[in-house]
């Protein structure tokens, strides 16, 4: 084991503050804090979204319907690469993002 990182300690200067973990095979995995929603976006590989704490509310679209699906800890959601989303944290959250190495 190469170290140990207490998540629920985890805290950043700014919402979506990272903290690199690793690079796993050309994917970067990250741990991210934020109290504030991301931008609308596509990536360009696949993107895995984990809540490890809090609530997440993630916005996506499907053609030209928007849709919303709730997150809570232990949720995991996969966007495709091309699918345009936003997360929405429902107060502080916790989240683990698995993707492709240098995608938005």
Do not use: C
């Amino acid at each position: 084991m190469r170290f140990h990182l207490d998540t629920k300690s985890f805290t950043a200067s700014k919402a979506w503050g990272a903290r690199d973990i690793a690079e796993v095979e050309g994917a970067s995995v990250r741990l991210h804090w934020t109290d504030q929603p991301y931008v609308w976006h596509v990536n360009d590989g696949a993107e895995v979204f984990v809540v490890l704490e809090g609530a997440v509310d993630m916005h996506y679209r499907e053609g030209v319907t928007e849709k919303v699906q709730a997150l809570g800890p232990g949720d995991v959601m996969l966007a495709e690469a091309g699918d345009e989303h936003v997360a929405h944290p429902v107060g502080p959250a916790r989240i683990l993002v698995i993707e492709k190495k240098g995608s938005v």
